[in-house]
């Protein structure tokens, strides 16, 4: 399967548990970006990554969340003491390195908070 | 803050029928626009891309676009049942970011 990976597909934390989405990319992109939806809500911009570099975090909250995009291995998109506001299906995106490519998405991360 | 207008709907048309979907938004310095589909619990999945002022063929999908008016649509001819589903316009707004804004879907349903 040549398209964007993520998993898990689903993941129950409880309350104050970490969690950690993985993503990667379409085989040939560089670039990977993680939305979050909300349930009834469109998709909310999160991070913008290139491979070690976070080039636009503008969407993150300030706290608890973090990501990166390592030299080898998938990005992460990671929860710190997860709440139940968290609860939310969270996709991670690829393009390739040129400007104003199609992002193309992942299967997605159902994150479900008790 | 740069937006994404897009009528909830929802929008209701008959097999066969033409489906019209509209966009409108906020930045002129945006430089190209999306369209995506979303079944119901399932990920986004890129319709049609367009860069440039007109129209955009693609079987039975045409993308539109007017920078002037800060508008893009998206047709859907021929409707088929398979077509029900939330279609999201989503725009790169440029700024040295390649992130997408987002409108909120306009959820589509086509009766047989």
């Known amino acids: 399967n040549a398209g964007v990976m993520q998993n898990p597909r689903h993941l129950v934390r409880r309350r104050g548990q970490e969690a950690r989405l993985r993503c990667s990319p379409m085989?040939?992109?560089?670039?990977v970006y993680w939305y979050r939806q909300l349930p009834e809500e469109g998709l909310k911009f999160m991070v913008y990554?290139?491979?070690?570099?976070?080039?636009?975090e503008s969407g993150m909250p300030k706290e608890r969340f973090s990501a990166e995009f390592p030299k080898e291995g998938p990005s992460i998109l990671r929860i710190q003491q997860v709440v139940r506001g968290d609860s939310a299906a969270y996709f991670c995106?690829?393009?390739?390195?040129?400007?104003?490519?199609?992002?193309?998405f992942g299967d997605g991360t159902r994150l479900s908070i008790l | 803050q740069k937006e994404v207008e897009q009528n909830s709907g929802p929008l209701s048309v008959p097999e066969g029928a033409i489906a019209s979907l509209n966009c409108t938004y906020s930045?002129?310095?945006?430089?190209?626009f999306f369209w995506y589909r979303q079944y119901s619990g399932k990920s986004p999945e890129l319709i049609m891309f367009?860069?440039?002022?007109g129209d955009k063929e693609d079987g039975r999908f045409t993308a539109q676009l007017n920078k002037a008016s800060q508008y893009v649509s998206l047709l859907i001819r021929d409707s088929q049942p398979s077509d029900s589903a939330t279609y999201l316009c989503?725009?790169?707004?440029?700024?040295?970011?390649?992130?997408?804004?987002f409108g909120k879907g306009t959820k589509l349903t086509v009766n047989p």
């Open positions: 995106a690829s393009s390739p390195e040129f400007s104003n490519q199609p992002q193309h």
């Open positions: 085989k040939g992109h560089s670039h």
């Open positions: 990554l290139q491979k070690e570099n976070i080039i636009d």
């Open positions: 930045d002129r310095g945006s430089q190209s």
């Open positions: 367009i860069y440039s002022n």
């Open positions: 989503a725009v790169n707004v440029g700024g040295g970011s390649e992130k997408l804004v």
